[in-house]
């Protein structure tokens, strides 16, 4: 059973960082695309980053050079490293792991809210 367990989200002010941890099981990280996405009330789930399996990444452009996504492949852990956090990058942040070659056969964590607020 496959399982992605999303921590480190919380409150924090403008211009500070968080780090989000996406923890799998059944499921080996490394050998998948890995994915962080959002949903901020009101609007669309969005992707914010992504990494291969052969660890290439890419990122929303409303991200780049503030997000960093990286992972831990003896620990089988995807990170987010958020930095510079603006109020718009509220949301619900999202984990999801899927096949290179399935996107459909994908799976996702429950969640873990940002809040961005002074």
């Known amino acids: 059973q496959v399982q992605l367990q999303e921590s480190g989200g919380g409150l924090v002010q403008p211009g500070g960082s968080l780090r989000l941890s996406c923890a799998a099981s059944g499921i080996i990280a490394s050998s998948n695309f890995m994915g962080w996405y959002r949903q901020a009330p009101g609007k669309q789930r969005e992707l914010v980053a992504a990494?291969?399996?052969?660890?290439?990444?890419d990122y929303a452009d409303s991200v780049k050079g503030r997000f960093f996504i990286s992972r831990d492949n003896f620990k089988n852990i995807v990170f987010l490293q958020m930095s510079t956090l603006q109020p718009e990058d509220t949301a619900v942040y999202y984990c999801?792991?899927?096949?290179?070659?399935?996107?459909?056969?994908?799976?996702w964590g429950q969640g873990t809210q940002v809040t961005v607020s002074s």
């Open positions: 999801r792991g899927w096949p290179w070659n399935n996107p459909n056969a994908d799976h």
């Open positions: 990494i291969s399996d052969g660890g290439t990444t």
